[in-house]
């Protein structure tokens, strides 16, 4: 017998594939994983209808418009899939007495701090999906009584065309790589998010409100890529070169390291360091 019912849009996500995957043993959970073809979050009337046909006692949202630079030039698709479609979530999850967990980032901040940000840091998006996150964070501080909001941070699950996929393939492919070294921020494996999340589940101590979540540690892209390279045992070269040499149209925070202190208190859950996650994607998946 099933004690929750757990809804996950955007199953195809990196993060939902990943509590897809973990999932399996957890038998006192009932998940009912949603594709974007199966439910559009913008659809409000879809949205509406799932709810009145299931009894759902957490929805986690990992669906989101995440191609960051492609958001500068498609904001409306952008504001559409991350505040506006998260509103009508909040909505819904309100009236039928469900806890909605809703997945930021850390590209709300500006990054102008050098210390980690904390929860009462004021967000100050400097990108089009910094501004849209933050816009989906408001809908769910005006429409949800029960929430969660855990920012994130760089996360990536070794598949797919993710950062580290993508400095494997490039491995293989150039001579010598260059990788930025002037933005700072931490890494998070997909999978310790997971864990995370599940153990929310678990022990939910309905201290409703934002949190921030990510790997221990910091890093720039380039000793991120460093360590993908090293715990790979190849030996492309690689060397660190400033935003300047590869300009984006959107531009990223130069520090975005989230403090996770609140989660360490409220949950009493101790990240994994980025390192070792690292290694653990490469050993296990
Ligand atoms: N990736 C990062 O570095 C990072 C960092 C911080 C925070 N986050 C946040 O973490 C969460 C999960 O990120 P991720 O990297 O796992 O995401 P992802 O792999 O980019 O996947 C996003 C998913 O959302 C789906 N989607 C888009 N529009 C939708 C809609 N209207 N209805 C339903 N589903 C829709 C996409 O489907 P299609 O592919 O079919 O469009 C895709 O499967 C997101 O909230 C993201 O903002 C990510």
Known sequence: MFNKKILVTGAGSQLSKALEQMVKSYTDFNFDFKTKMHLDITDEKAIKHIFSQNSYDYCINTAAYTQVDRAE???KLAYDINAKAVGNLAKACNENNCTLIHISTDYVFDGKKNIPYTEIDQPNPINIYGKTKKAGEDQVLKFADK???IRTSWLYSGQDNDF???ILDLSQ?????EVVNDQIGTPTSVYSLTEFLLSLLQNDPKQY????FSNEGK???YEFAKKILEFNDIKTKIIPVTSQ???TPAQRPAFS???KSKVKEIFNFVPQNWKEALKLIIKNY
């Open 245 to 247: 040499r590869f300009k």
């Open 147 to 149: 929430y969660y909001i």
């Open 164 to 166: 580290y996929s993508k």
């Open 173 to 177: 492919n150039k001579n010598v790589l």
């Open 73 to 75: 030039t498609e904001s």
């Open 257 to 259: 390291v989230l403090d």
């Open 209 to 212: 409100g934002i949190y921030h």
């Open 219 to 221: 890093a720039s892209w």
